[in-house]
């Protein structure tokens, strides 16, 4: 168990729908990390917040948009969905910076019928 | 931008062999990270290397990073079943974000 949590696990939804994935980072972590895996692109970053503050930003689609709240939790929010955007959905945390250890959450699988 | 190759894409051994997958990169690095993510699981920290010339043990695993800290390798000896999954290299430049390989698959024949 990483520390790192994600809901829902799994999610069916429909093209053209909206979504919000949730994370909870590990205890005392400030960075989150947004990420997608699929089969056909890997594991691609999506962004990142530290603090609250949305800090990098990756291969993120302008439908896609992310936040961190006060107490540090993290959602992804995911709009107009397409076929495509079926994925793994992955959140990490690290303490502070990209270049410490991320820990992963277990991911969301999202398809989109 | 940065380019991460990683290679092989899938590796099938017997159980005993040895393994090596290799990260090469088109940029010089400021670290690599090693992964490992089980087949269902989630990605998992193995290694963080950020020396020129590193070399790091883990048991049966050797991480290097290369002098011109462009490249990167992960080897396995005597692959035991437990080591099957998938191994990513995470590739951070200037920024620190990294950018991941495409991942190694091994599988491991008992």
Known sequence: ?113 | GQQVMQIPQYQHVQEGEDFTTYCNSSTTLSNIQWYKQRPGGHPVFLIQLVKSGEVKKQKRLTFQFGEAKKNSSLHITATQTTDVGTYFCAASGGSYIPTFGRGTSLIVHP
Do not use: M
């Open chain 1, 1 to 113: 168990d990483s520390g790192v949590t994600q809901t829902p696990k799994h999610l069916i939804t429909a093209t053209g729908q909206r979504v919000t994935l949730r994370c909870s980072p590990r205890s005392g972590d400030l960075s989150v990390y947004w990420y997608q895996q699929s089969l056909d692109q890997g594991l691609q970053f999506l962004i990142q917040y530290y603090n609250g503050e949305e800090r990098a930003k990756g291969n993120i689609l302008e439908r896609f948009s992310a936040q961190q709240f006060p107490d540090l939790h993290s959602e992804l929010n995911l709009s107009s969905l397409e076929l495509g955007d079926s994925a793994l959905y992955f959140c990490a945390s690290s303490a502070r910076t990209a270049a410490e250890t991320q820990y992963f959450g277990p991911g969301t699988r999202l398809l989109v019928l």
